[in-house]
């Protein structure tokens, strides 16, 4: 029976969760001021943050993981004893790391499987927790695959962005056209769709009327499911914890607040907000 590793994107927000399981991390990096730092290991989410709210036109771009860093972790994962190895990548519609991820796996003598999530967050690092647990219990890679599908095909996420400039200037906003000439008069409510773009559901004029469309929806796609619940934030963790109240009241449990890593949160915007559920199999 094959040893299976797994390993994940630091773009899944799995360094902010508590768990005791062997998930390898394949990061990006942020540039701040042209000096770079690899997310979560240099630069937390709250650093990040704090950065940007004392200067809001900091000068900062990302960079993804590079095919040599991922052939290196690859090996070293195979070295370990794995005999195959999943890999869980950010969706392919945000980000050149899952192309990457294929490229090393293709230059390298053992089995590696790449799984495009199509999403990002919390979704992509369940993805990886479910996959380890699987392994550890001797399931096989086609029933882990299988799992993965399961979370990618059942989740949905809902983003409110303070400003679109972000998406808009690093081209992760798929159906930009007609928005950019009132970028600063419009807070859209967006989601992550399902094939793992960012896209514009409404477009409001203001904050308050985009989040309480963003609630409106989300606890009328959730009403009858039994769901895992989540919440995402960027330098604003104060608000979002009162959402969380206020989704609480409304009847949903367990839900879990969770930072955008700063490599997301650059492409967001500082002021972002999410919310999500992950819909459970039984």
Avoid: W
């Avoid at 679109?164 to 008069?185: E, H, P, Q």
Wanted: aromatic letters at 6%; charged letters at 25%.
């Amino acid at each position: 029976m094959s040893k299976i590793g797994i390993a994940v994107c630091g773009n899944s927000g799995i360094d902010y969760l508590e768990h005791d399981k062997e998930i390898r991390k394949f990061r990006s990096h942020l540039i701040i001021k042209n000096k770079e730092f690899e997310d979560f290991v240099d630069v937390s989410a709250d650093e990040f943050y704090a950065q940007l709210d004392e200067n809001p036109n900091l000068a900062i771009h990302t960079a993804q993981t590079s095919t040599g860093k991922l052939i290196e972790m690859y090996d070293e994962m195979h070295d370990a004893g794995y005999d195959e190895i999943i890999a869980v990548s950010i969706s392919s519609q945000l980000s050149g790391t899952y192309q990457n991820a294929i490229l090393a796996a293709g230059m390298v003598d053992y089995k590696v499987h790449v799984f495009d999530a199509l999403t990002v967050s919390y979704p992509e690092a369940l993805m990886a927790l479910h996959a380890k647990k699987m392994a550890d219990e001797g399931k096989s890679v086609i029933e882990i695959l299988e799992e993965l599908e399961f979370i990618r095909d059942h989740h949905h996420i809902l983003i409110c962005v303070d400003t679109l400039k972000y998406l808009v200037k690093n081209g992760r906003l798929s159906n930009a056209s007609g928005l950019i000439g009132s970028l600063l008069k419009i807070k859209p409510l967006l989601e992550v769709n399902a094939l793992g773009k960012v896209v514009t559901l409404e477009k409001i004029r203001t904050t308050k009327k985009a989040r309480i469309q963003m609630k409106k929806r989300f606890l009328e796609e959730v009403e009858g499911k039994k769901v895992i619940p989540f919440l995402l934030y960027t330098n604003n963790l104060d608000e979002v914890n009162e959402i969380k109240a206020e989704y609480e009241a409304a009847g949903l449990k367990d839900i879990l607040v969770i930072p955008l890593t700063p490599v997301v949160g650059c492409h967001a915007g500082p002021g972002t907000m999410g919310v999500g559920y992950i819909e459970r199999r039984n």
